[in-house]
């Protein structure tokens, strides 16, 4: 059974870094083919592409985010750590992160975690 | 980066219709190209991939047509637990990219 969580704190300050963690058990990081991307949604709006790890370190991000983003793996731990620096009210939104294998797009998603930036 | 357009962003069906959901890139994409479907408060569930493959365990009443540029998402019969906002996705090229949603509702 293939499952992943989100989990970060769920309200962060402007200016301030956010950092979530996706914890994912049933396969392994460590696959050929297999990755793991970071989505989000603001409240009532439509989804957004952040980032994606792959099985070999390869790391894509979204260019208009890119100057913000790291995105990390701990194969060991079956974790992957994405951090937004610098964020902004605008960032508001549920954070998602998925499963992408050979070359599906993605087929396994968390629940969520809705983030507030507010002062 | 490539922009998906949806249309139309929302629609009302009765349970038992066919409905069709077209998705435009801005430019080809071959077949790379997802659908999900998304309940309020829900994380999306993949229901199509590659144009017209249908994901494991959705139902047959899906189905996904094109390639290139131009892409439809049909519901052959449309049930209750149909009632939802569709999103198609391009992954040909970074930055990946979703439409702006379509939401199905009842009329």
């Known amino acids: 059974q293939i499952t992943l969580k989100e989990s970060g704190p769920t309200l962060v300050k402007p200016t301030q870094t956010l950092t979530l963690t996706c914890t994912f058990s049933g396969f392994s990081l460590s696959t050929s083919g297999v990755g793991v991307g970071w989505i989000r949604q603001p409240p009532g709006k439509a989804l957004e592409w952040l980032a994606l790890?792959?099985?070999?370190?390869?790391?894509r991000y979204s260019p208009s985010l890119k100057s913000r983003l790291t995105i990390t793996k701990d194969t060991s731990k079956n974790q992957v750590v994405l951090t937004m620096t610098n964020m902004d009210p605008v960032d508001t939104a549920t954070y998602y992160c998925?499963?992408?294998?050979?070359?599906?797009?993605?087929?396994?998603w968390g629940q969520g975690t809705l983030v507030t930036v507010s002062s | 980066a490539i922009r998906m357009t949806q249309s139309p962003s929302s629609l009302s069906a009765s349970t038992g219709d066919r409905v069709t959901i077209t998705c435009r890139a801005s430019?080809?994409?071959?077949?790379?190209l997802a659908w999900y479907q998304q309940k309020p408060g829900k994380a999306p569930k993949l229901l199509i991939y590659a144009a017209s493959t249908l994901q494991s365990g959705v139902p047959s009443r899906f189905s996904g047509s094109g390639s290139g540029t131009d892409f439809t998402l049909t519901i052959s019969c449309l049930q209750s637990e149909d009632f939802a906002t569709y999103y198609c996705?391009?992954?040909?090229?970074?930055?990946?990219?979703f439409g702006q949603g379509t939401k199905v509702e009842i009329k």
């Open positions: 996705q391009q992954y040909y090229s970074y930055s990946w990219t």
């Open positions: 790890i792959y099985w070999n370190d390869d790391k």
């Open positions: 998925a499963r992408r294998d050979y070359g599906e797009p993605f087929d396994y």
């Open positions: 430019q080809g994409i071959s077949s790379y």
